[in-house]
């Protein structure tokens, strides 16, 4: 595993818990236990992602959470995927962009993975 994935899975494991994954295979990650806005019918929810090409300097963009996940008791609206996650379940995904992507080799002082999760919840929080 890349030193810099590696460092990125560790934050993400000090904020979300051992059990997120990686895939090396299309470097996809999965946060099992990610927490959900109030209207959602249920506390937390999986997600997951992939990197594109040339991370960290190539930014991040869109994620999955479970189709079967409600806002209000509506479904989120289905995006068009690039790829399907190599993890079972039916997914629905979500297009999404970082806000001022800058990575530098520093994960604490420039972009990293565990900053582009937090910002799921703001697009959780739009609703369907």
């Known amino acids: 595993m890349r030193e810099r994935i590696a460092q990125e899975l560790a934050l993400l494991r000090r904020h979300y818990g051992e059990d997120v994954e990686y895939r090396e295979q299309g470097d996809w990650f999965l946060v099992p236990r990610?927490?959900?806005?109030?209207?959602c019918q249920c506390l937390s929810t999986s997600v997951t992602f992939n990197l594109r090409p040339g991370y960290p300097g190539a930014e991040p963009y869109g994620f999955f959470a479970p189709s079967e996940l409600r806002f209000g008791?509506?479904?989120?609206?289905?995006?068009?995927?690039?790829?399907?996650?190599?993890?079972?379940?039916?997914?629905?995904?979500?297009?999404?962009?970082?806000?001022?992507?800058?990575?530098?080799?520093?994960?604490?002082?420039?972009?990293?993975?565990w900053g582009w999760a937090r910002s799921f919840i703001a697009r959780l929080r739009e609703g369907p």
């Open 73 to 113: 008791g509506q479904p989120y609206q289905a995006g068009s995927p690039p790829v399907a996650p190599p993890f079972p379940g039916q997914w629905t995904f979500f297009s999404w962009a970082p806000e001022g992507w800058f990575a530098t080799n520093d994960l604490s002082s420039g972009s990293n993975l």
């Open 34 to 39: 990610y927490p959900t806005p109030e209207l």
